[in-house]
């Protein structure tokens, strides 16, 4: 089971840390994912990290300013984000999928389980 929290309102400009906390003693053997939905939009791909937290993917509109990180002695991956732009408003959600994929963890169809999504609203 995978809880999202973190979200809320915040100024354009602004920074928030959502994490993603994992139930299970499996959280290792998982590599971890968010994704972000705004409203009357597709379901899209933010950021992506390995079972060691060793290897990252973002997607373009995240990097620079998204920062993806894991602890899995706390079964829990964070998403930093700082500069928040009106354009990332939407609700987040994680997501885990049993391997690595590269480039292809940017695709829902990789991911086993996933979490509700957090609320995040940057207003301008």
């Known amino acids: 089971q995978l809880q999202a929290s973190g979200g809320g309102l915040v100024q354009a400009g602004g920074s928030l840390r959502l994490s993603c906390a994992a139930s299970?003693?499996?959280?290792?053997?998982?590599?971890m994912g968010w994704f972000r939905q705004a409203p009357g939009k597709e379901r899209e791909f933010v950021a992506a990290i390995s079972r060691s937290g060793d290897l990252t993917y973002y997607a373009d509109s995240a990097k620079g300013r998204f920062s993806i990180s894991r602890d899995n002695t706390k079964n829990t991956v964070w998403m930093q984000m700082n500069s928040l732009k009106p354009e990332d408003t939407a609700v987040y959600y994680c997501?885990?999928?049993?391997?690595?994929?590269?480039?292809?963890?940017?695709?829902?169809?990789?991911?086993?389980?996933w979490g509700q999504g957090t609320q995040v609203t940057v207003s301008s």
């Open positions: 997501a885990a999928a049993s391997t690595w994929y590269g480039s292809t963890m940017s695709r829902e169809n990789v991911y086993d389980f």
């Open positions: 299970g003693r499996t959280f290792s053997t998982y590599t």
